[in-house]
């Protein structure tokens, strides 16, 4: 039976181990042999269906480490792990989920107050408290991301490496030879992985400096914006559909994973009080928005407005047909996502006086995604055992124009109701 | 006592880029390592005799060649490319402008 | 093509408590069939995984499609198949469902707000409509888990909007219909006021919510054509492979997915209607297509654009007069019309290769160096060429010419340009310039297209000006001008590719790293100009600034493919490097401004 | 015509043993090679802001490092032995007089 991790046991198999336990296991490999065979030909969702070969392969393996294993993030054979996990869990998902579950190990709730990550995370995405940055709100000048470019020009590491990805990614300022060759368009392929090279081997407080600073004027989010050198990494000739764009992403199982990893841990899907999963763990969400840069699915800020900014993949929403809602869905959780926006915020001016009393944090337009309990119906707290908080009402949070009258007249101008007489 | 001359070796500097000299304007802040001080350990018969030339020689043989007294405090090796953003959002990479070993 | 049963709503989320009866309803599914007499077959169904623990707590009604009980957050899917089936395997894009589980007994009526009795806790996805199908129910709008617990309140349910809408309450079911089938052409998405009345004993309260209910499209129209469908079209000069020459569109009301690649919906298909060999090898049709609301009253429809395009160079003597037929066809339109038929009338005019009877006279100076300009040659409208490759030579005019002569003509020599269809004269040796018996050069130069059989020829007269090379003067060896890095230096310096056989300098003035940074150049018309040119190819020291592959020290920006763009201060080019940096003397050198004001100075000084 | 500087480059001189300086007696005469000349093709960003420092830059930040000025024309190579017979006629060897390339 596959070693199921109790709750709050934070010890998983990596999926690289749970394939050789498998393959050692003649019972096991032999399965695991036929489920691949069953999700290579065209018809993979017909075959688990009707396939009886399949079927009993899958319910095998769904006993086998192999079913519950997952990766760590920046582990060695990332990679390979991932694609351990996908072999198998590509056949339990429809493929047409729009939120998957990320191969990556969950990440622990944050305990209070440390919402800003100073404890270390233990799935690895191990944080140190950004250095604050010191910007006076009246100091017009003041550059955070050009500090951040000092504080990374200062250690090696993140010198050499951000030199890299910038040489790689800014083909023109190559020396003339390479320029040469490569003419004036850049090598994206390139530029995404010296880009994820940055990203796993500089420690977070600095790469996260340069992607989220807090910028008080244009130059400072021009910069911020200009940090992943986006003419190469970002933009391209055409905006391809997002949805396409997530198809192109879910073939490579390291966008796929980094995009689950990022819905995982940016999106709320139920309802809670939090802005953001595992406890308004603001580090977690970061750090997979981050991650993201360097696939198919990089994201960048949109334009360099410093007040109400907004980041997003590039694509649009344009040539969707029927599937524009999804589409829109999709983008929106990029354009309009209060988990990631308050991140980023509080990143840059602290947890203390970024969180306000109610949840929100103050900077440009959050909003939610549409959902009745913030703006049409009394907030049903899923966990919460009593479907109503007394005094609810009194807060007002309730559908469109608060109607409670007394002795039976309708809220409406036209005539009365006859009063109603009891049933 | 005459004050014993500094071995040649790297020292280093925070200059913003466009204290670099260079031309380009960035308020990027970078370190910059150069060599200095005195290669003493590293003169040679040919240096004794070159230096002895200049003093002398090359006037009587009707020379005027310039020519470097001893050894210099020069680096073997320079750290490679140097990105950054100028102030008018434009990236540069420049090559070898930090030492990295005298 | 027909969908059959699909779910207008994929999404439902309702919240259920501990001690819920068995049987009680939790929500209810509903699935548009496309006529009367189709019946959907409701299934719960799970996906390759197994089915999990908690299946058993549920059970979904096989036709009044109401399902009940539940543990914590339950993901379940359901299915609507047409026919009964004892498969459970998810097909047929299933809805999913998903129960919040409360652990916690019901709230009793008291505990309860209203509203919780009228609307579910998060508005569900916007349900969707398939145009043109059969109306129906779309949702439930009943909670059902609170419909007991006030037993005494009535809840009725009513529809409000702007405009007329299909869309109506079944009073009895509580369910919300429409009322006629939709035409997503002319409506998208509906905005409607859902109104929820609560009767209690002693008041009415009113809730609403507003709902979106948006028009899924089918592929109900053909391709329109707005304004012509054909169109003429003239080739002369831009003769050129890949070429663009004409472009026509075509309309359609239906939206086109980009995704997936393979549309299900408005695929057009476009074929070229002729088996002439020829234009099939020589013309093809480049078709795109955008998303465009501004053409169909701010409705989603398409623009697909279909561009004529050369597949190859053309001579310059094809000359001709043709039609290219185009069938675009709507291959998921059902309807009648599903194609149109474009046409392309595409003269081909011929390009006489000629000089119209001019006669090229080149004044230069002994004193040039090699590679210095001469001069430009071109045929009749050469500049506007484009595919057309025009190869020139030069020859003496005198056949029979003696030795001599012909080592004088030797001075001159003829390059293509790399940048257009021109010809480039340079001086190919320097030192018979400079010989007195070499006077004025006279040439025969020709020209014709590469490939092509006609040649024409005229006359090119070079005359040398300035004083001839005194007996044994040994003609000094032209250096590179770039390597120097001040006026003085330059100015004396006898330049490889120098007209004047001197060095020009140019002095920058800008101050940071600009496009006019200072150096010192054979010729300030072609170097620096950004163009490494077929002369200053020949020999990396005519012109690096233009041509250096290498990498420039100090200050700079890289020319597209080579050289520098701009650079700082002044900069210089040795063999294998360049420079550019501010010249300390430039620095320390006082300008005229600074001059003036140490002038005034002394004189006050005095005074 | 303005005097281009001489690039660095081998240079050769014939000296009497006594006058390399080195302290032995001989009349016998050898080559002596040395490096000679400018090193400009071969000056790199370092040398430009080094430059710049040298002239500005140091005295700002508070530094009086002694720095070279741009690449030396020094050998990179030398001659291995060269044996003579002094005036007491007794043979002596010495090492890395002279150059073998710049």
Known sequence: VSPQPEEGQAKWVDCVKATDMCNQNPHCSSRYRVMRQCLVGKEKDSMLDTNRECRAALEVLLLSPLYECRCKRGMKKELQCLQSYWSIHMGLTEGGEFYETSPYEPVAPVRQPDKLGLASIISGMHTVAPSRFQCPEADRKCNPCLDAAKACNLNGTCKKQRSAYIATCNSSGKSGADAAKGGDTCNKKRCHKALRQFLDRVPPEYSHQLLFCPCLHEGCAERRRQTIVPDCSFKDRVKPNCLELRRVCRQDPLCRSRLADFHMNCIVTQHTVSSCPNDDNYQACLASYARLIGTDMTPNYVDNSYSNWTVSPWCSCKGSGNQEEECVNFLQDFTENTCLRNAIQAFGYGADNAQNKDGSVPGPSATAKPGPDESTSTSETLYIPNDVQPGDEAQGKEYGPKCNLAKGYTCRDESPLEPVSGY | ?102 | GSTGLYFPQNEYLETVYVGQPAGSPVLQVHSMPDSSAERPHFYLCFGAARAPLYSHWFHLDVSTDKSSGAVKKLPLSAMALPRPTSRTHCRNQPARLSVIFVNATMPSCGQTAMQQLCFPPRVPPTPHIMENRFAGPVQQLRRLTKLNVCPNYTVSYSVESDVPVPFAVNESTMELVATAPLDRDKVEVYRLVLVCTVLTEKTVNRFDTSLEISVFDEDDNGPLINGTDSVEVTVEYDRAEGGSLVTLSVYDKDTTPKFPKEPSQNRYVGTMLTNDPWIKDTFAIRDTFKEDKSLFSNIRGTVFEYTLVLKRNLYVSENRTLQVDYLVNDTTYPGPESSVVLHYNITILPVPIRFNNITYLFPVTRRASAYALVGRVCVENCLKFQGIDVVYQLEMADKNASAEAQSCHAAVDIAPSLRDMTGVLYVNDSEALRRAECRDLQYLLLAQEEGGQTQVTTQVLVTLDGEVARAGQQDQKPLSCAESRQRVDCELTRGLGATSGRCQWRQGTEKGISENYSTCSPDLRTCPDGFCDAVESKDMSICPQDCTKEPVIGGHVKGLMFGIKAGYGTCYCFLKRCFCEKDDVEEAICDDMCKTVIATAVLLSFI
């Open chain 2, 1 to 102: 006592r005459a004050r014993r001359p500094k071995p040649c070796s790297l020292r280093e500097v925070e200059l913003t880029v466009s204290e670099l000299g260079l031309g380009y304007e960035s308020d990027e802040t970078l370190l910059f390592r150069y060599c200095s001080g005195k290669c003493m350990d590293h003169r040679r018969n040919y240096d004794i005799t070159l230096e002895r030339m200049r003093r002398t020689g090359f006037s009587k043989k009707g020379r005027k060649d310039k020519v470097s007294n001893g050894p210099c405090c020069r680096p073997v090796a320079y750290e490679e490319d140097m990105s950054f953003l100028d102030n008018n959002s434009r990236y540069h990479t420049i090559q070898e402008v930090s030492a990295q070993a005298c």
